[in-house]
């Protein structure tokens, strides 16, 4: 799965209305790329938009963090100032900011103003 099949993938499921399927799809895509040696092929291209600014955000940390974690170019796309959020969103629906997900969101996903801890884009 590429970064493009998990936009596209994403905005199919916020138009058939399966937003809890969403983070299930992100998940997929971490873990898929966590397994392949080339993870530079799957997030180089920019993916397009999901319709929804979270979610293009959301992706672009994402891919950020991946290409981090893995020592590959930050693709350029991930830059893009749509790809920024000018709220934070907490991708859990926390009521308030809550210090422990800041502290557990990737600074990646921070950077683009997404929290989420950590372990809930990992593959249990």
């Known amino acids: 799965m590429t970064a493009r099949d998990l936009t596209e993938a994403l905005a199919r499921a916020a138009r058939d ?23 530079a092929s799957l997030i180089a291209s920019d993916p397009g938009t999901t319709n929804d600014r979270r979610w293009d955000a959301l992706i672009a940390g994402a891919v950020e963090d991946l290409a981090i974690r893995h020592g590959v170019n930050v693709p350029g796309w991930t830059m893009a100032a749509r790809r920024y959020l000018d709220e934070p969103w907490y991708v859990m629906d926390f009521a308030s900011p809550n210090r422990a997900v800041q502290a557990e969101t990737p600074p990646a996903l921070a950077d683009h103003g997404v929290y989420i801890r950590f372990s809930a884009l990992a593959n249990v």
């Open 17 to 39: 209305g399966s937003k809890g399927d969403m983070l299930r799809l992100v998940r997929q895509f971490l873990h898929t790329a966590e397994r392949v040696a080339d993870v």
